[in-house]
């Protein structure tokens, strides 16, 4: 049994880390052996995290992350596993074909709704620049060049935050928290250069699932569970309902990213989900400026428990045995064995 990280976020969208090479750099020192690209909108990064990771005996594990929108949900007045907008749904896909066999009519929805996500974020930048003008500033900033220099291809608003960062304060002490304040009072609702997201950012959650499925992927629900408080959203507070819900919506795997819950939390909704026949996988996200290590813990602990880990390494090996077009966890299992002893 091997260390698992399934969900890391790379520049392909926004990440801690500079390259695909520094995660996987991290990862091989950690010795974490099996690691999964986890990319809003975006498959790009694909070639180069296989290539990365055979060059460092890793074993790949190729996913996907969408936000979408159940109106039914919305309606309700339900938060499901965003904490502040009902409805809005994120959703990962797992174990996706790779060389890349979407097409048609999904790519093509893909596509769009990449091109709203950039476009959106487009509309801040001219809005911070109208505001940065305002504050008498003689700082502009140039959204062709920020997406040439700090992105690879897609945009998002943490992007718009490190760039005021570095126009403003290129030696701060702590980058990462200055840009998520920079972030919170100027690009979250209520501030100067907020531009709220337009209906066609949000796929309806069948679509998302279409999309994954059409990759050849799994489509999985990322759960919330407990923050810091010991609150949970309205979807997930009752488990059980949750996980007959998720069935009933078509889901068979779920992921947890590990440093938000405690482990008795973790411990407790990974053991039901998996008893349920879900396939259980775990993450660190790395998708904002602050840097954390590679190897998961929880909030409360400085590595997971050997339970915890257990489950990874047994969501790990689903993954891995539906991306190579096998059939069952124990031939997952060998197929990782057999490439990291290598």
Known sequence: MWDVNAHIHTPYSFSAFSSIDEALDMA????VKVVGINDFYSMDGYCAWKEGCARRGLYPLLGIEFIS???EDQAAGLRVNDPNNPGRTYISGKGLAYPVILKGEPLRKLEAVR????RQVEQMCAKLNEWLKAEGKSIRLDFNEIREKLTKGSIRERHLAKALRLALYPDAE????LE????????KAGGAA????????FLPMESVQHIIEAAGGIPTYPFLADDAKGNFTDFEGDLMKAADTLKKRGFHSVEFITTRNSTRVLEQYADYLEEEGFIVSFGSEHNTPAMEPVRLRTRDAEDLSGKLKAVNWRGACAIAAHQAGLDSIAAGEDLIQKTLQQ
Not at 115 to 118: D, I, M, Q, R, V
Not at 174 to 177: I, S, T
Not at 194 to 201: D, G, Q, R, T
């Open 28 to 31: 091989a020192a950690q010795n």
């Open 69 to 71: 929108l159940n109106a």
């Open 115 to 118: 091109a709203e996500s950039n």
């Open 174 to 177: 702590d980058p990462a928290k």
């Open 180 to 187: 998520n304040d920079l972030r919170g009072k100027l690009l």
């Open 194 to 201: 907020f531009v709220p997201e337009s209906p066609e950012a």
